[in-house]
């Protein structure tokens, strides 16, 4: 939401700051602080020693956001117990540590020791959340378009097929991209996605299709509409575009409500070689992809067009 939604909202101008509007109990949690300190590698360190019976450490983006100056004051605490042991910001230290950059955050200390199972058991904020709370529409679809955009500008084509951790960005990372990409890439391969998504829903993911959708673009938006339109039943489809439509069907069929996921790596090859079969104006007598074997394939190149 923008500065200006912000003032314009009619409920906002009606809230006085410091909007204090609950009862002040401070007097109840006597033992209990809160301070906003800049916390240096070396005092993470010193607080760390009092990380006592904590949960495992997970794989998350703190220390990209912290490099990437991402990192805010934004209301989130450390905090520690009344008997002094660490109870919640232990990924937020160790990522201070990894990158050696001080971090500005909220301290409480003295809540109660049994206070801990309480912690973090909201739900998180997403790309898609964020997208939404922006005003965009159809976010499933944009939040994974960009993230398959994001992955092919960072892996590649083929590898970014592999990619599955949403924990390798940060959310603001990720946000951040979308925005400048969505109206030169990400807005116009929505319609597109969207139709082949509508028709083979359990087989062709829409961060794929964003991936491989994208590639196709830079042999002209006209072309990348008359192949999703032979494919979605929309115009009459030549050969090798029936073929693959096809494949698809019978790959929906298979495997429609067993929860198995076709591979996306697999799928785009398929998609790959009808369309260059499509831009050269040649008819594909069998489709497959050999991904293993003595016979393994090479992903395809994506065919442009001639110069």
Same mark, same amino acid.
């Given at each position: 939401?923008?500065?200006?939604?912000?003032?314009?909202?009619?409920?906002?101008?009606?809230?006085?700051?410091?909007?204090?509007?609950?009862?002040?109990?401070?007097?109840?949690?006597?033992?209990?602080?809160?301070?906003?300190?800049?916390?240096?590698?070396?005092?993470?360190?010193?607080?760390?020693?009092?990380?006592?019976?904590?949960?495992?450490?997970?794989?998350?983006?703190?220390?990209?956001?912290?490099?990437?100056?991402?990192?805010?004051?934004?209301?989130?605490? =450390? @905090? !520690? $117990?009344?008997?002094?042991?660490?109870? %919640?910001?232990?990924?937020?230290?160790?990522?201070?540590?990894?990158? *050696?950059?001080?971090?500005?955050?909220?301290?409480?200390?003295?809540?109660?020791?049994?206070?801990?199972?309480?912690?973090?058991?909201?739900?998180?904020?997403?790309?898609?959340?964020?997208?939404?709370?922006?005003?965009?529409?159809?976010?499933?679809?944009?939040?994974?378009?960009?993230?398959?955009?994001?992955?092919?500008?960072?892996?590649?084509?083929?590898?970014?097929?592999?990619?599955?951790?949403?924990?390798?960005?940060?959310?603001?990372?990720?946000?951040?991209?979308?925005?400048?990409?969505?109206?030169?890439?990400?807005?116009?391969?929505?319609?597109?996605?969207?139709?082949?998504?509508?028709?083979?829903?359990?087989?062709?993911?829409?961060?794929?299709?964003? =991936? @491989? !959708? $994208?590639?196709?673009?830079?042999?002209? %938006?006209?072309?990348?509409?008359?192949?999703?339109?032979?494919?979605? *039943?929309?115009?009459?489809?030549?050969?090798?575009?029936?073929?693959?439509?096809?494949?698809?069907?019978?790959?929906?069929?298979?495997?429609?409500?067993?929860?198995?996921?076709?591979?996306?790596?697999?799928?785009?090859?398929?998609?790959?070689?009808?369309?260059?079969?499509?831009?050269?104006?040649?008819?594909?007598?069998?489709?497959?992809?050999?991904?293993?074997?003595?016979?393994?394939?090479?992903?395809?190149?994506?065919?442009?067009?001639?110069?």
């Amino acid at each position: 939401m923008t500065e200006k939604s912000i003032q314009d909202n009619a409920s906002y101008r009606q809230l006085s700051f410091p909007y204090i509007y609950g009862e002040n109990i401070e007097h109840i949690y006597t033992n209990v602080t809160v301070t906003i300190e800049r916390i240096t590698p070396e005092v993470a360190e010193k607080m760390l020693k009092a990380n006592i019976d904590n949960r495992k450490m997970s794989r998350e983006p703190l220390a990209q956001a912290i490099e990437n100056d991402e990192w805010k004051l934004n209301g989130a605490t =450390i @905090v !520690f $117990d009344d008997h002094g042991i660490l109870r %919640d910001g232990q990924h937020r230290l160790y990522a201070c540590i990894r990158t *050696g950059v001080p971090i500005d955050t909220f301290v409480v200390r003295g809540v109660s020791h049994d206070a801990q199972i309480t912690m973090d058991t909201g739900i998180k904020r997403s790309l898609k959340d964020y997208l939404e709370m922006n005003r965009y529409k159809n976010v499933s679809t944009v939040g994974a378009v960009g993230m398959g955009l994001l992955y092919l500008d960072t892996f590649g084509t083929e590898a970014s097929f592999n990619r599955q951790s949403a924990n390798l960005f940060t959310v603001k990372g990720c946000f951040d991209f979308v925005q400048s990409q969505y109206d030169s890439r990400i807005e116009p391969l929505v319609h597109p996605v969207m139709l082949v998504r509508s028709r083979f829903g359990n087989v062709t993911q829409s961060r794929m299709l964003g =991936i @491989v !959708f $994208d590639q196709f673009r830079k042999a002209g %938006d006209d072309n990348l509409q008359e192949f999703v339109g032979q494919l979605c *039943g929309k115009r009459k489809a030549c050969v090798s575009v029936g073929l693959l439509n096809n494949k698809l069907s019978e790959i929906v069929k298979k495997t429609k409500g067993t929860g198995v996921k076709p591979n996306q790596r697999y799928v785009a090859a398929l998609i790959v070689k009808t369309w260059n079969a499509y831009m050269r104006g040649d008819d594909i007598k069998q489709l497959k992809f050999m991904q293993g074997g003595v016979n393994q394939e090479k992903f395809p190149e994506i065919f442009l067009g001639y110069e």
